[in-house]
């Protein structure tokens, strides 16, 4: 059975950090891009960064670029995301997906909450 479970969220002031991680399993995890997407209220769900199946390559959301960091430990079948300097403008549920290499795979988790305030 397929399962991305994430956790880590929580509240956090302005300025402050948090790292989600999203456990994986039943699937070849090695085969997969990793991805974290996030969707505030009211707002349709975005890309916030990517890693490669070897963690050999990231990409990330202009909005992100230079406070988030995600990587991944193949050993270990888990991906996360380090979020510094956090603004009220991330908060969101934050989302694990998996994308397979080569064919049409897609996998969601169920989200975390993260909540940015004072």
């Known amino acids: 059975q397929v399962q991305l479970v994430e956790s880590g969220g929580g509240l956090v002031q302005p300025g402050g950090s948090l790292r989600l991680s999203c456990a994986a399993s039943?699937?070849?995890?090695?085969?997969?891009?990793m991805s974290w997407y996030r969707q505030a209220p009211g707002k349709e769900r975005e890309l916030v960064a990517t890693i490669t199946s070897d963690g050999g390559s990231t990409n990330y959301a202009d909005s992100v670029k230079g406070r988030f960091t995600i990587s991944r430990d193949n050993a270990k079948n888990m991906v996360y995301l380090q979020m510094n300097s956090l603004k009220p403008e991330d908060a969101a549920r934050y989302y694990c997906?998996?994308?397979?290499?080569?064919?049409?795979?897609?996998?969601w988790g169920k989200g975390t909450l993260v909540t940015v305030s004072s």
């Open positions: 039943g699937f070849t995890f090695n085969m997969y891009g």
């Open positions: 997906n998996a994308r397979h290499m080569y064919v049409t795979l897609i996998y």
